[in-house]
């Protein structure tokens, strides 16, 4: 799958990247997390809050004609575009996100109600994702990782995440160990070799190990 598909992008800016697996991301995303729980007490959704870095932003602004007054802003018909424009994920990607409950994946719907908008030259993507089966979380907990596989695009969580629907629950983070990541991922280039790091689909997927992990626990 393309950069450009696995952020949703059909854009030419990315096929001006070079494909060859690097020692680091070339696209930043800060990343705003909300856990939302329903009346009965139950992990029902995950509210998700992209913000692509300047750079990104800018590429994507120029490569699909927009904001062509560059005054910041974009029309309420050309957010309606974006937004089902980037809804659209491919069947093969799994949002950058990973939730887990008793070590098991847990599955999430495609983005819901997503809103796209640009803000101080960034653009925001703003959507929901609801699990396929809510979990029940007294005396429970969940685990959550946000990453490209790839470790193309790194995803910064800047804030703890919040939640929604129960004042009980808490929400923990362990930050990655970096120093073992890079060791991991140095590791794994240092075993491709050239034509290798050229194709497409042979990066180490090691983005995981440069994630913070954030645990929601609820009391019994």
Do not use: K
């Not at 997390?33 to 992990?43: I, Q």
């Not at 994946?105 to 809510?134: Q, W, Y």
């Not at 983070?173 to 042979?202: F, I, K, N, V």
């Amino acid at each position: 799958m393309s950069r450009a598909l696995s952020l949703v992008m059909a854009l030419a800016l990315l096929a001006l990247l070079p494909l060859r697996a690097g020692a680091h991301p070339h696209e930043f995303v800060d990343t705003d997390l909300t856990f939302e729980m329903d009346a009965e007490g139950r992990l029902a959704a995950v509210h998700v809050v992209w913000h692509w870095d300047e750079l990104m932003s800018l590429l994507t602004l120029e490569d699909l004609g927009l904001d062509p007054d560059r005054d910041g802003a974009l029309s309420a018909e050309e957010r309606a575009t974006l937004s089902q424009r980037f809804s659209a994920w491919p069947e093969d990607f799994a949002g950058n996100m990973q939730l887990q409950h008793t070590g098991r994946d847990v599955a999430l719907s495609r983005p819901l109600g997503m809103d796209v908008d640009l803000r101080d030259g960034r653009f925001v993507l703003d959507f929901r994702r609801a699990l396929a089966e809510p979990i029940p979380m007294a005396g429970a907990s969940v685990q959550a990782q946000v990453f490209d596989p790839t470790y193309f695009i790194y995803y910064e969580v800047p804030d703890l995440p919040g939640i929604t629907g129960a004042d009980s629950c808490a929400v923990t983070r362990t930050e990655a160990d970096l120093s073992a990541a890079r060791s991991l991922y140095e590791r794994l280039l240092g075993d491709l070799t050239e034509e290798q790091l050229m194709e497409p689909g042979q990066e180490p997927l090691v983005g995981s190990a440069f994630a913070d992990t954030f645990v929601l626990s609820c009391p019994g």
